[in-house]
């Protein structure tokens, strides 16, 4: 196998944008092979710069994630790429594998499952809540948010919600209990690069177990298996 090299960099070309709170230019990746390079954009950069990683707590001040976390991820999925691509390396080989193991499940998820959260407001009675989830509540994780309809909610409602998510929404809601349940701030992710890891899969299976015992643990495996970047697979 030839040698394959690749670093991050601040891309110095584009006018620095914001990261929670801090100028900065943004982060690329280079990556070259048999004298062909190319440039993109880190996903991770994009990924962390959402405002569900910033902490603002009264009283407590305010923080987002330091930019070395994007920098680290992305070296953790080029290495793994390349160890996994060895015997059959080329550079579509590795912009397919990128954008299919690089993905952060639980981001992948939170969109459906908003959508979700705004028809199930409208269709029970509550269509302004529904407004305020949709377009209102960006900067708030899904998942928080649902944690306080726990808790204000009657229990009828709250568990109506949860059992029609189910069936009607991403399986954002154990992909994200799940991934918490392992990570601390600010890596709040899932990628697809750890679920593809056999001990995280079975992990996922027995958190269902006790979490959500009704559900089809390996319906819903399959179910994250099919999301729709399965055509990088």
């Not at 189910?166 to 697809?192: H, I, N, Q, V």
């Not at 992990?203 to 970047?229: C, Q, S, W």
Request: overall charge positive; charged content about 30%.
């Amino acid at each position: 196998m030839n040698k394959i090299s690749y670093k991050t960099y601040f891309n110095d070309r584009l006018k620095q944008v914001d990261f929670h709170g801090v100028a900065t230019h943004p982060l690329y990746v280079m990556v070259t092979y048999e004298r062909q390079t190319i440039y993109f954009k880190s996903y991770y950069f994009g990924l962390f710069s959402k405002p569900r990683f910033f902490l603002d707590v009264p009283g407590a001040g305010s923080k987002g994630p330091d930019i070395e976390l994007a920098i680290k991820k992305e070296k953790e999925v080029i290495s793994f790429i390349i160890e996994k691509h060895r015997d059959d390396f080329s550079m579509e080989t590795f912009k397919a594998a990128y954008a299919y193991y690089s993905v952060d499940l639980c981001d992948l998820s939170e969109k459906g499952f908003r959508d979700y959260l705004f028809n199930f407001f409208w269709d029970d009675g509550s269509p302004f809540l529904g407004d305020l989830v949709r377009h209102g509540g960006k900067h708030v994780v899904a998942y928080d948010l649902v944690r306080d309809f726990k808790r204000n909610f009657e229990k009828t409602r709250y568990d109506k919600l949860v059992r029609n998510a189910f069936d009607s929404a991403p399986p954002y809601l154990p992909l994200y209990g799940f991934m918490s349940e392992r990570k601390r701030w600010p890596e709040l992710c899932l990628t697809m690069m750890e679920w593809q890891s056999t001990e995280v899969t079975l992990a996922f299976k027995t958190y269902l177990e006790r979490i959500y015992p009704k559900a089809d643990g390996l319906a819903l495996v399959k179910e994250v298996n099919a999301l729709p970047y399965s055509k990088w697979a």
